[in-house]
């Protein structure tokens, strides 16, 4: 029996404490990229439930997680090439010109490409815009039109994408078998506690 519900007398899927079905955890997918901190986290909550997991990486990048590494090959790397001046003038900041930056964001729209739902944990600006690299996993969900979940770890909430603004407001559940979830390599106790929580309300 899942915590806070209960079980169906048939042997049925359990139900959460509204009465409504939980989906099985078993049939949904991660993607993210294993990084320290919140992606790592992701990584946790989905092994901890049972969810399956994909981490893309490349090679020689030290990840935190090692369940379900992805390494993408040169090619597939090239396949996602962006321009560093395109990402700078988006995002209002500069990027340093390394290899290293270009196959983390590379990675990351990888990891956007494979959701069908985005989960980010980080800080919204002023101007739309989420701070650090994961600002532009963000941006890039904009651009594929797939539903965008940021949790705002300054103002301690849930904000969705929708119409071309941020809306606040409301606790999001996974939807989608195959979903995001990446953010920041420092999230504090409350986007820690936001990612447990929307892992628990999804499947109990």
């Given at each position: 029996?899942?915590?806070?519900?209960?079980?169906?007398?048939?042997?049925?899927?359990?139900?959460?404490?509204?009465?409504?079905?939980?989906?099985?955890?078993?049939?949904?997918?991660?993607?993210?990229?294993?990084?320290?901190?919140?992606?790592?986290?992701?990584?946790?909550?989905?092994?901890?439930?049972?969810?399956?997991?994909?981490?893309?990486?490349?090679?020689?990048?030290?990840?935190?997680?090692?369940?379900?590494?992805?390494?993408?090959?040169?090619?597939?790397?090239?396949?996602?090439?962006?321009?560093?001046?395109?990402?700078?003038?988006?995002?209002?900041?500069?990027?340093?010109?390394?290899?290293?930056?270009?196959?983390?964001?590379?990675?990351?729209?990888?990891?956007?490409?494979?959701?069908?739902?985005?989960?980010?944990?980080?800080?919204?600006?002023?101007?739309?815009?989420?701070?650090?690299?994961?600002?532009?996993?963000?941006?890039?969900?904009?651009?594929?039109?797939?539903?965008?979940?940021?949790?705002?770890?300054?103002?301690?909430?849930?904000?969705?994408?929708?119409?071309?603004?941020?809306?606040?407001?409301?606790?999001?559940?996974?939807?989608?078998?195959?979903?995001?979830?990446?953010?920041?390599?420092?999230?504090?106790?409350?986007?820690?506690?936001?990612?447990?929580?929307?892992?628990?309300?999804?499947f109990g």
């Open positions: 029996m899942q915590k806070g519900g209960s079980a169906h007398p048939s042997g049925g899927p359990a139900t959460n404490c509204q009465g409504v079905e939980m989906p099985t955890a078993t049939n949904f997918t991660l993607f993210s990229g294993g990084a320290q901190g919140a992606e790592a986290e992701f990584g946790r909550q989905a092994e901890r439930y049972g969810v399956a997991e994909v981490n893309f990486t490349f090679e020689g990048h030290r990840i935190d997680r090692t369940r379900g590494i992805r390494v993408l090959t040169s090619e597939e790397l090239e396949k996602k090439d962006v321009s560093l001046t395109y990402v700078s003038k988006l995002l209002g900041r500069k990027f340093s010109n390394g290899p290293q930056i270009r196959m983390v964001l590379r990675t990351i729209m990888h990891q956007i490409d494979a959701g069908l739902e985005i989960f980010v944990v980080g800080t919204i600006q002023e101007d739309g815009t989420v701070t650090g690299g994961t600002g532009w996993g963000a941006e890039f969900a904009k651009i594929c039109n797939k539903p965008l979940h940021v949790f705002c770890q300054e103002k301690q909430a849930w904000f969705s994408w929708e119409h071309g603004a941020w809306k606040a407001g409301g606790e999001p559940v996974i939807t989608h078998t195959h979903f995001t979830g990446t953010g920041t390599r420092f999230p504090n106790e409350a986007g820690l506690a936001a990612i447990d929580g929307l892992f628990k309300r999804t």
